[in-house]
T-cell receptor
Framework: DADVTQTPRNRITKTGKRIMLECSQTKGHDRMYWYRQDPGLGLRLIYY???????NKGEISDGYSVSRQAQAKFSLSLESAIPNQTALYFC?????????????FGPGTRLTVL | GEDVEQSLFLSVREGDSSVINCTYTDSSSTYLYWYKQEPGAGLQLLTY?????DMKQDQRLTVLLNKKDKHLSLRIADTQTGDSAIYFC??????????FGAGTQVVVTP
């Protein structure tokens, strides 16, 4: 089984709808992240969480919110989806260090907002 | 990632060596990383280098780090069609906050 899973894998929705993307991990990591990927822009950090009670905004948090329901679960919500939120969304986890701080990525959710 | 820059595209013939270059800005980064993304998949760690090293070799992969110029490169020897992917350079200037480059699309031609 995959260590980091995301649901759904694909989603098409309409402008103005509320959408939730879910992420679960079995790696036992405290740190979890949400990124979006756009062609030519690489990965941009939306939100990150260093433990269940810690939530931090990334570089592009406007229009998004998150919930850390448990160590293993980190959800991303689009309160009112708009077309420029069409992108590939990745969840990731990492250990706390010291060490390499490797990030482990989920398979991604492709979101299309019409 | 505006602080990590890499070229967007590289075409290479099968069997040749590929070299992907990256520049970063934060000299406090302890580790620098190369991730690989295959079509339809998430990113997977390919290799990393500790900041006090100049070079790291791992089978067909060679990572070179020039701290003075803040330049990182990844060399893939004997490039194969399975190496076709997007390669991301990343730094972690503070604990847990990664900065990724835009990714280099590598296309391997027969």
């Amino acid at each position: 089984d995959a260590d980091v899973t995301q649901t759904p894998r694909n989603r098409i929705t309409k402008t103005g709808k509320r959408i939730m993307l879910e992420c679960s991990q079995t790696k036992g990591h405290d740190r979890m992240y949400w990124y979006r990927q756009d062609p030519g822009l690489g990965l941009r950090l939306i939100y990150y969480s260093f433990d269940v009670k810690d939530i931090n905004k990334g570089e592009i948090s406007d229009g998004y919110s998150v919930s850390r329901q448990a160590q293993a679960k980190f959800s991303l919500s689009l309160e009112s989806a708009i077309p420029n939120q069409t992108a590939l969304y990745f969840c990731a986890t990492s250990d706390d260090g010291p060490g390499t701080l490797t990030q482990y990525f989920g398979p991604g959710t492709r979101l299309t907002v019409l | 990632g505006e602080d990590v820059e890499q070229s967007l595209f590289l075409s290479v013939r099968e069997g040749d060596s590929s070299v992907i270059n990256c520049t970063y800005t934060d000299s406090s980064s302890t580790y620098l990383y190369w991730y690989k993304q295959e079509p339809g998949a998430g990113l997977q760690l390919l290799t990393y280098i500790f900041s006090n090293m100049d070079m790291k070799q791992d089978q067909r992969l060679t990572v070179l780090l020039n701290k003075k110029d803040k330049h990182l490169s990844l060399r893939i020897a004997d490039t194969q069609t399975g190496d076709s992917a997007i390669y991301f350079c990343a730094e972690a200037p503070s604990w847990g906050k990664f900065q990724f480059g835009a990714g280099t699309q590598v296309v391997v031609t027969p």
